[in-house]
């Protein structure tokens, strides 16, 4: 600023003072990031001071900006952003989904020419095999009718890796049925068929 005085016979004289403006703490701790267990991921804070992340489990640092988190559960950290006009916060939650996990079903038993619907939990991208027989290889709920007792292996593969499970479906034959006896007899009388 600057400031000019005058005084009653006209003279003046001008002098200047500055003022600093210091900008108020901005911390900012990134998006929420998915990581497998036993994978690692990098935070990505940012602000203007000095940096303390919060808690410190599985950091790398806790006052850089960029620390490595490793970490076996979901968590939520803290980054404080301190300057010299005070301190302001900002959260990322870093989430570890569990392990695929998948289950085929129970075994199941069928005659030949019929048919059984596989019935499978679990979540993510499935795979099956042998694709014999299935109505569909990709699905979570195929349709089986195999010719022969098959042990369908199911494959679920999602971010942090693959899980497996298998099932049965027995196929039992039809039944041999002959039928013996005299096939020809007059009005009265009685055949034993066998």
Do not use: H, K, R
Not at 25 to 39: E, H, K, L, Q, T
Not at 92 to 112: F, K, R
Request: aromatic share 6%.
């Amino acid at each position: 600023y600057t400031v000019t005085g005058t005084d009653a016979s006209s003279c003046s004289n001008t002098t200047t003072y500055s003022v600093t403006v210091n900008p108020m703490p901005i911390a900012n701790a990134g998006f929420n990031v998915s990581m497998c267990s036993g994978s690692s991921t990098t935070l990505n804070g940012t602000g203007n001071g000095t940096y303390v992340w919060s808690p410190s489990t599985g950091l790398s640092c806790t006052t850089c900006a960029n620390p490595t988190a490793n970490y076996t559960a979901t968590i939520t950290y803290t980054l404080t952003v301190t300057n010299s006009c005070g301190s302001t916060n900002s959260s990322v939650t870093v989430t570890t989904p569990a392990l695929p996990s998948v289950n085929a079903g129970l075994d199941q038993t069928i005659c030949i020419g019929g048919n059984a619907t596989i019935t499978t939990s679990g979540s993510g991208t499935y795979a099956w095999s042998p694709g014999t027989g299935l109505s569909n290889t990709t699905i979570a709920n195929p349709i089986a009718n195999p010719t022969s007792s098959t042990n369908y292996t199911v494959t679920i593969t999602d971010i942090c890796g693959t899980a497996s499970d298998s099932v049965w479906i027995i196929v039992n034959p039809t039944p041999t049925v002959t039928v013996s006896g005299t096939n020809t007899i007059c009005n009265g009388e009685s055949t034993t068929l066998t």
